[in-house]
Nanobody, 122 residues
Framework: QVQLVESGGALVQPGGSLRLSCAASGRIVSINAMGWYRQAPGKQRELVASITSGGSTNYAASVKGRFSISRDNAKNTVYLQMNSLKPEDAAVYYC????????????????WGQGTQVTVSS
């Protein structure tokens, strides 16, 4: 009923930049928080950044000052601008959204994208 489609993952050299996008579509009434998570091989999925519908943001300590999350509520889209990328930023990045759907307007449901690969290597 709700789909999240990520794009923007790529191979980039250390110090480079990437911009990830995630567009939500489907039977959406409203979207509360949206966020980006990442999972590297052999590691647990971790929160990278999140943003509320009002624009309040939260970042993992490891990316603060290098990454910036933003959203376009009219387009149901969230972005992650990643600068000064490091090899340790390499992971599959997943979009997450907490959505009020037309099916159950009294509850919030969590949806995930399929992931986009970010590789940081020279």
């Amino acid at each position: 009923q709700v789909q999240l489609v990520e794009s923007g993952g790529a191979l980039v050299q250390p110090g480079g930049s990437l911009r990830l996008s995630c567009a939500a579509s489907g039977r959406i009434v409203s979207i509360n928080a949206m966020g980006w998570y990442r999972q590297a091989p052999g590691k647990q999925r971790e929160l990278v950044a999140s943003i509320t519908s009002g624009g309040s943001t939260n970042y993992a300590a490891s990316v603060k000052g290098r990454f910036s999350i933003s959203r376009d509520n009219a387009k149901n889209t969230v972005y992650l601008q990643m600068n000064s990328l490091k090899p340790e930023d390499a992971a599959v990045y997943y979009c997450n959204a907490k959505v009020i759907t037309v099916v159950v307007i009294t509850s919030e449901f969590e949806f995930w994208g399929q992931g986009t690969q970010v590789t940081v290597s020279s």
